[in-house]
């Protein structure tokens, strides 16, 4: 039995918050942020409005587009470091009761942006083995949620919003996800990370426990570009694919300078580079699912389509995966 990429569907909340709305809340400016990291805007969600409550939108998608019916999945993953409770219960087990799913194995996992491509490879393992059939995961971030809008190192590029995607289990060859790399490397994990409300925290009183992201953003970013890199060299050399053969580099949207840098690593064309970031900014787990969404909205995206997935996060934590698109096209 293989593992098919089989729908996607994504959720964007409603408002806007732009880089001219930043100027007036951190000394910053529009043209700093566009050019450092190619974001003009990002959106965010409603007070009242929850991380499950922006990946149920984009889960309801993914099984309509599968042609599924809600009693079809058997398992939910969900990707996040925005649950709605941090602790417990999980944002799978909420996000599949308002599916109205009681019965379903359901977890959260935490790898930070690389989340979606971890879930990706706990669904692929599930489905080879025989344990599931039809496997929803979730990327679904309420990063407004954990960033501190006083700090315009972070407050710049994080958005809020959710991805979704059906794996499924199926017996033609040429629909099964290729492979898929994993990795982490904790020595790093003070570049990023949210000090704060664990058994670890820095602070004892409770009045220090708001989660918020911290980065060593210029760090940061050098390992980005060589990890990244890394990660696909590889992935591609281990299953003699060239990259010329990708149709669609979808890679987390971080940073357009990042993408960048790996884009030419790989001598990629500008057509086969997936980019989200102006318009959504960094949405963490939920970026690569709602760039997989925006190609398939925009009709770019057919059956048998292959993706290269490239994904880097706090941990630090990296993945990568080769998925031929098992869906139809819109
Ligand atoms: N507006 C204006 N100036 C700023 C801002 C801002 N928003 N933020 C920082 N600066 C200033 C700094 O204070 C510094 O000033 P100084 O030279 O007087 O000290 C100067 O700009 C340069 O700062 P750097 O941090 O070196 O800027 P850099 O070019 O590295 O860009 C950025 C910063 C955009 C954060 C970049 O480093 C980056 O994108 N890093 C990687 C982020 C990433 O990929 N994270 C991983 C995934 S996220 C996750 O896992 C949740």
Redesign the pocket.
Known sequence: MYAAFCSIGAYVPEKILTNSDLETM????DE??YK??GIKERHIAADNETTSDMGVNACRIAIERAGLSHNDIDMIICAT?SPDYFCMPSTAAIIADKLGLQKVTAFDISA??TGFVYALSIAKAFIESGMKKNILIVGAEKLSAITDYTD??TC??FGDGAGAAIISATDNKEHAIIDIHTGSDGSYADL?MSPNGGSGSIHDTLEHTACF?Q?K??E??KV?VRTLTNDVVSILADNSIEASTVKHFVP?Q??YR?IKAVGDALNLDEAQVVLTVEKYG?T?GASIPMAINDIYESRRLQQGDLMLLDA???GLTWGSALVPFAGKGK
């Not at 951190?26 to 400016?29: G, K, L, Q």
């Open positions: 951190v000394d910053t400016s700093w942020i450092r990291t470091i930070a942006c315009r190192g710049i590029l990023l992201m980065m953003g210029n940061t970013f980005a987390h971080a940073n990042i960094n963490s880097f996060g706090g």
